[in-house]
C-alpha cells in the first residue's frame, strides 16, 4: 500500500502518529508521567529511539531487499530470543524446559514460513538480498535488546506504572 514513500517516511509517520494518540491518553488520564524526572525521559526518548524507530527501519529495509517471507521468518524467533537472553541475564527457568519450549516454537515458525521463503532472491542481486537478512537480523537483536532493557526499567522504577511508561 506505501510503495511511493521511502522506509523512513513510513516509520516517521507511523511513530508521529503513535506519538500523538500516546499524548492524548496521557493527557486524558491526567498521568503523572508528565512530571517524572528526566532521566525517565532521556530513557523513554533513547529506548523509542533505538527499538521502535530503529527496528522498524531495520525491518523495512530488510523487507525492501529481501523480500517478506525471509525476514518475517528471522523476526518470528522473537520469542525465542527474548527468552533465551532474559533466561541468560536473570535465569528463572530451567534450561531444559526453556530450550523445549523454544525447539516447539521455532518449529512451529519454521513449518508455517518454509512453503513461503524463495531461496533465490527474485531480483538476483546477492549482494542486497544478503544486506536484507542482516538487516533483518539486526532488527531482531534491537528488539530482543529493548525487551531486556524496558523490562530492568520497570523492575528499577515500581513507581512508574506501566500504561504510563507505554505512552
Same mark, same amino acid.
Not at 530470543?81 to 531444559?96: D, G, H, K, Q
Given at each position: 500500500?506505501?510503495?511511493?514513500?521511502?522506509?523512513?517516511?513510513?516509520?516517521? #509517520?507511523?511513530?508521529?502518529? /503513535?506519538?500523538?494518540? =500516546?499524548?492524548?491518553?496521557? &493527557?486524558? =488520564?491526567?498521568?503523572?508521567?508528565?512530571? %517524572?524526572?528526566?532521566?525517565?525521559?532521556?530513557?523513554?526518548?533513547?529506548?523509542?529511539? $533505538?527499538?521502535? @524507530?530503529? /527496528?522498524?527501519?531495520?525491518?523495512?529495509?530488510?523487507?525492501?531487499?529481501? %523480500?517478506?517471507?525471509?525476514?518475517?521468518?528471522?523476526?518470528?524467533?522473537?520469542?525465542? =530470543? @527474548?527468552?533465551? $537472553?532474559?533466561?541468560?541475564?536473570?535465569?528463572?527457568? &530451567? +534450561? !531444559?524446559?526453556?530450550?523445549?519450549?523454544?525447539?516447539?516454537? *521455532?518449529?512451529?515458525?519454521?513449518?508455517?514460513? *518454509? $512453503? #513461503?521463503?524463495? +531461496?533465490?532472491?527474485?531480483?538476483?542481486?546477492?549482494?542486497? /538480498? #544478503?544486506? %536484507?537478512?542482516?538487516?533483518?537480523?539486526?532488527?531482531?537483536?534491537?528488539?530482543? +535488546?529493548?525487551?531486556?532493557?524496558?523490562?530492568?526499567?520497570?523492575?528499577?522504577? !515500581?513507581?512508574?506504572? !506501566?500504561? &504510563? +511508561?507505554? =505512552?
Amino acid at each position: 500500500l506505501l510503495t511511493g514513500f521511502a522506509p523512513a517516511e513510513i516509520a516517521i #509517520g507511523r511513530f508521529v502518529a /503513535y506519538g500523538v494518540f =500516546s499524548a492524548l491518553l496521557m &493527557a486524558a =488520564s491526567g498521568s503523572q508521567a508528565w512530571r %517524572g524526572p528526566a532521566r525517565f525521559w532521556l530513557a523513554a526518548l533513547l529506548l523509542t529511539l $533505538a527499538a521502535n @524507530v530503529g /527496528y522498524y527501519l531495520l525491518l523495512l529495509f530488510a523487507i525492501r531487499l529481501a %523480500g517478506s517471507a525471509l525476514p518475517t521468518l528471522i523476526i518470528g524467533v522473537l520469542p525465542v =530470543s @527474548v527468552a533465551v $537472553a532474559a533466561n541468560l541475564r536473570r535465569r528463572e527457568l &530451567a +534450561w !531444559p524446559l526453556l530450550l523445549l519450549a523454544c525447539a516447539l516454537i *521455532l518449529g512451529g515458525i519454521a513449518l508455517v514460513h *518454509l $512453503a #513461503g521463503i524463495e +531461496w533465490r532472491q527474485q531480483a538476483g542481486d546477492p549482494f542486497w /538480498y #544478503g544486506l %536484507g537478512i542482516a538487516m533483518a537480523v539486526g532488527a531482531l537483536a534491537l528488539w530482543t +535488546w529493548f525487551a531486556l532493557a524496558n523490562a530492568a526499567f520497570l523492575r528499577r522504577h !515500581p513507581e512508574m506504572a !506501566p500504561g &504510563a +511508561w507505554s =505512552s
